[in-house]
């Protein structure tokens, strides 16, 4: 039986890129049987908005993801109780790092810069060491997924696919037997 992990997605409004990254971590949660859950907020939101229809149509260009109910997701402004939720908050930018550091003690040890993660995480250490690593780091803008808002459609599509790529070195990763 595997160990269950709690996500938490961060991104500015919680109406594109958290979103995105939290379909995709829920569709290869189920298609490799792990136990994740998964939350999504943004740390400016506008409470209740429903994702862009360019996230929408961004996520459906991406066949692996499978079938979601996308239009029930509301955006969500992240709160001490996610915060606390979480096992590891994986963010967008790097000032998405440093909004949860300013505002939640108990968040920084397990927030972490997704692109940074990815790159900077020691391969010989179980899941819950690398995000501690990771997350004394200092944040750096270099690793930042870039906002599509205000983007055309190509500019979405493009976020989607890097992010879905990013999405599956985050799963290798994660070693669910380290997760005990």
Known sequence: MTSSIK??????????RSVMLGYMFTSLAEANGLDWSIRTAGTHVIEGSAM????????LTLPDLGEHR???????????????????????EAS????????????????????Q????????????EQVRVVAELVPEEDFDVI????????????????????ALVFLTLVDSEDLV
């Open 96 to 115: 998405h790092v440093n909004f949860v550091r300013a505002n939640f003690d108990d968040g920084v040890e397990k927030t972490v810069l997704l692109g």
């Open 70 to 92: 996308y239009g029930s997701h509301r955006s969500h402004q992240i709160t001490a109780q996610d915060v606390s939720w979480a096992d590891v908050i994986v963010t967008a």
């Open 52 to 59: 862009s229809a360019r996230t929408r149509d961004a996520l």
């Open 7 to 16: 996500i938490m997605t961060l991104c500015t409004g919680n109406v594109a």
């Open 147 to 166: 906002d599509p808002a205000g983007g055309n459609q190509d500019v979405y599509d493009a976020c989607a696919t890097q992010l879905w790529a990013m």
């Open 117 to 128: 993660f990815l790159l900077e995480a020691p391969l010989d250490a179980p899941f819950f």
